[in-house]
Nanobody, 126 residues
């Protein structure tokens, strides 16, 4: 069973930055999609960013485009999400997700993923 563990959440200031990490218990080999999702209280889970290594593409939802970056450390089996210019509406529980296989098109769909972490809370307030 693949396990994902997120870290790096906490309290951040508006306009500030944060870095979230996701440790994957299995090797990131062959083809996969790996991404970040978030869910704020009373709202549906939404995609933030993802990486499709078969297509060698990254995706970002409109609300974080230009101020976020997803990256992989293959040797460490970790995926990182860096976000800057934080806004209060970025406050949510952030989840890491993974699935293996070849995928076409955007990976910003939670139905794509089989493995999920338990999440890390991010709160953006003064």
């Amino acid at each position: 069973q693949v396990q994902l563990v997120e870290s790096g959440g906490g309290l951040a200031q508006p306009g500030g930055s944060l870095e979230l990490s996701c440790q994957v218990s299995a090797m990131l080999l062959d083809y996969y999609v790996i991404g970040w999702f978030r869910q704020a209280p009373g709202k549906d889970r939404e995609a933030v960013s993802c990486l499709n290594n078969w297509e060698e593409t990254t995706y970002y939802t409109d609300s974080v485009e230009g101020r976020s970056a997803i990256s992989l450390n293959i040797s460490a089996n970790t995926v990182t999400l860096e976000m800057s210019s934080l806004k209060p509406e970025d406050s949510a529980i952030y989840y890491c997700a993974l699935d293996y296989g070849t995928f076409r098109g955007s990976c910003l769909r939670d139905q794509v993923y089989e493995y999920w972490g338990r999440g890390t809370q991010v709160t953006v307030e003064p």
